[in-house]
C-alpha cells in the first residue's frame, strides 16, 4: 500500500489524483504547509527538503512530484496517464507535462513566494503574471485545437494543470473569465476523469 504525504491545495493533489486513477490502495496523510508542518523533524526524515509530496511504498520513500508521476504512470500503464513515452505521442505528453510541471508552476511559485526572488516583491510578482499571461494564451490556443493538451486523450499534463487552475486566485485577474477556454477544459476532464474524486472536488 501506499501513503501519500501532501497537502490538498498544492502540487501534490495530483499525486492523489493519479492514485485515485489507477485504483491502487493508498492512504493520504495531510501535511499543513500553512501550519509549517513540512519542517516539522518526522517530515524531514522523509524529505529533507521540506517539500510535498512524498510518497512511500514499503522501504521505498520517492520524492520530486514530476518524478513520482512519470514513475505511476510507468508501473501501472493501464491507467493510461500517459502514452507509451518512446512514440511521437508519448514525446507530446511529455513536452505538456515538462512545461506544466517546469514553466507554468515555476511562475506561480514567484507569486507564491516572491521574497525568495529578490527583495522587490512586486516587481518580481509582476513579471511573473507577465510570463504567465503568455503562457496561458499559449494553453488556451492548444485547447482550441485539441480536447486535451496532448491529444484527444487526458494524460499527466492536464491532471497537473487541473489543479494550477485552482491557484488563480493569487492573479490580479478572473482566471477563467480572462480563458474561457479553460472551464470546458475542465468540465471534460472531470467527465472523463470520474475515478478520481480528488478531481471531481476541484
Known sequence: MYTLYHFPISCSNVVKIALELIDVEHQAVIVDLFQGEQQTPEFL???????????????????????????????????????????????????WFDFIASSLHGNFEKLFHPERIANEAETVKANAEELLVKQFTYIEDRLFES????????????????????????????????????????????????????????
Open 147 to 202: 480536447q486535451f493538451l496532448a491529444g484527444e486523450q487526458p494524460s499527466l499534463a492536464d491532471y497537473y494543470f487541473v489543479v494550477m487552475l485552482g491557484w488563480g486566485q493569487v492573479l490580479s485577474f478572473d482566471l477563467f473569465a480572462r480563458y474561457p477556454a479553460f472551464a470546458k477544459f475542465k468540465a471534460r476532464l472531470k467527465a472523463v476523469s470520474v475515478g478520481s474524486q480528488s478531481l471531481q472536488d476541484l
Open 45 to 95: 526524515r522523509l524529505n529533507p527538503l521540506g517539500k510535498v509530496p512524498v510518497l512511500v511504498e514499503g522501504d521505498q520513500v520517492m520524492t520530486q512530484g514530476a518524478a513520482i508521476l512519470i514513475h505511476l504512470a510507468q508501473k501501472y500503464p493501464a491507467a493510461k496517464l500517459m502514452p507509451e513515452l518512446a512514440s511521437p505521442a508519448g514525446m507530446t505528453a511529455l513536452q
